[in-house]
């Protein structure tokens, strides 16, 4: 976890301090244990079904790719809100392979005195290709306050 | 039913909200889901800091809501198109603190069904609009869910 970051202290175009995630099999059963209702075998945990459904191997939640884009943003600093989060699977995940989390700040306005920064966010895997994209707005304090 | 531009679904839930459950939130949920998530901000993750915090407890992460989101038994919407649904888009917005101990209530409704054509050919995206509230009646997390159905490549 960083230090307090501030309204202040950032700008367009910077870059939000990047993260780097590998899920595996395990991590997938236990988040999907928390949720429960999931059949098995199901498209997360099983080769073969995935591929049975047209997909080119057992994927990785949508659900715990958005959990893992938000804390690029919550464990940033803890000074973070997340107040908006939006995102888009453009490609499956795959499990056990070495992921990077990004984002960079794309807009910072004042609304009803609240301090807000907005951001794009990706997940990618290590040869370049973007699986997940979106957008957040967080909130930061102002240190004038 | 109704068809428009070859999409067939049942319209009549168009804009319909339905109560879809109740959620109780304990503080091994919320322990439970940042360890399966790797999560390691405090409000999240460490009951000693998070007491500390301004929140004066554990709060839930934001996306917590997903778990529930994931699982639920909407209304049967009768798609006659496809036989491979996916998740393709969510927007989260965190309107209030989740809290261990506090209800939620969910209710939702079919905000809009359309179709696109890609590299894959035709698909129908069915969106769905969520709010959580507590036991307070207080709106927590509203969440926007779009599915995206197409046919299996395989078939």
């Known amino acids: ?145 | 039913m109704a068809t428009e531009e070859d999409i067939t679904y049942d319209r009549s839930l168009l804009g319909a909200e339905h109560h879809i459950g109740t959620f109780p939130i304990t503080r091994e949920m919320i322990l439970d889901f940042a360890k399966s998530t790797a999560e390691t901000h405090p409000l999240y993750s460490d009951e000693v800091q998070a007491k500390a915090s301004k929140y004066g407890s554990l709060i839930a992460p934001p996306t917590l809501c997903n778990i529930f989101v994931d699982g639920l038994k909407r209304p049967d919407i009768k798609l006659t198109f496809g036989d491979v649904g996916l998740f393709a888009s969510q927007a989260i917005e965190n309107v209030s603190p989740i809290r261990p101990g506090d209800t939620l209530e969910a209710k939702t409704y079919l905000k809009e069904v359309y179709e696109k054509t890609g590299r894959s050919g035709k698909m129908v995206f069915v969106v769905w609009e969520t709010r959580f509230t507590n036991q307070h009646g207080d709106t927590a997390v509203f969440v926007r869910d779009s599915f995206v159905r197409r046919n299996n490549p395989k078939k």
């Not at chain 1, 780097?20 to 075998?41: D, N």
């Not at chain 1, 699977?89 to 992921?99: D, I, M, S, Y």
């Not at chain 1, 609304?111 to 966010?121: L, R, T, W």
């Not at chain 1, 290590?126 to 967080?138: K, S």
């Open chain 1, 1 to 145: 976890m960083n230090d307090e970051i501030y309204y202040e202290d950032v700008e367009i175009g910077d870059d939000i301090e990047s993260i780097e995630r590998t899920v595996s099999l395990e991590q997938v059963r236990a988040f999907l244990a928390i949720r429960g209702g999931v059949k098995e075998p199901s498209r997360f945990t099983d080769e073969a079904f995935a591929r049975s459904e047209g997909l080119p191997y057992a994927i990785v939640p949508g659900a715990l790719n958005s959990a893992m884009l938000a804390q690029l943003l919550t464990s940033w600093s803890p000074t973070v809100y997340l107040k908006k989060f939006e995102v888009s699977f453009r490609r499956p995940v795959p499990h056990n392979t070495e992921l990077e989390l990004k984002g960079v700040i794309t807009a910072k306005q004042v609304v009803d005195h609240e301090p807000q920064i907005d951001c794009d966010v990706f997940i990618e895997s290590e040869e370049g290709t973007v699986h997940v994209i979106g957008h957040a707005t967080v909130v930061l304090p102002m240190q004038s306050n």
